[in-house]
């Protein structure tokens, strides 16, 4: 149900129509709280299927065409930094980090996130936007090569003992 009303909120009316259609279902129908029936059965009836595109930038590994929402490349496969003013993957052409905790973020997004919150989102830090420079695009080329090297290294091997363990606890 907060699917449905977070997608028509957020301007995703396809995404909430698919919802609410799945939710009209007689299988699931009986579960609807009367408070949102209303709503849905309205956002089934009118069918608005515009949906608001999301913005598409380049792979800052491979250079392929993502939406910005995107944290993993699906060309190259390779993870990519969130933005902690955004949530969007952070790019080289515009890279800063919280002054505090080193964070990655897009500079001008985590500027404007600094104009009505002060704080760092990840380390609750007082930051200065006069301290927030845009990283040099050699500091952004070893950012992003140290970035994919600490992923590959943080994925923990899985032993074949270990899963027996996790059986018996079963």
Not at 19 to 24: E, G, H, M, P, Y
Not at 70 to 86: D, E, F, T, V
Not at 140 to 157: N, Q
Request: hydrophobic share 30%; glycine share 2%.
């Amino acid at each position: 149900t907060s699917t449905v009303i977070e997608c028509f909120r957020s301007g995703l009316k396809k995404s909430a129509f698919e919802f609410a259609t799945t939710l009209l279902q007689p299988e699931y129908r009986k579960q609807l709280d009367d408070k949102y029936k209303k709503k849905i059965e309205t956002i089934v009836r009118k069918k608005d299927l515009s949906q608001v595109e999301d913005e598409q930038e380049g792979c800052p590994y491979c250079g392929t065409d993502l939406p910005l929402s995107a944290l993993k490349c699906y060309n190259c496969q390779k993870r990519l930094p969130m933005c902690i003013g955004s949530g969007y993957f952070c790019n080289k052409t515009d890279l800063t980090k919280c002054t505090n905790c080193s964070f990655p973020a897009r500079r001008s997004r985590f500027v404007k996130y600094l104009e009505d919150n002060p704080q760092c989102m990840m380390c609750q830090a007082d930051i200065s936007v006069s301290r927030l420079a845009t990283c040099s695009p050699d500091e952004a080329a070893a950012f992003f090569e140290a970035y994919e090297e600490r992923i590959d290294t943080s994925a923990a091997p899985v032993d074949a003992e270990d899963d027996d363990d996790d059986a018996e606890m079963i």
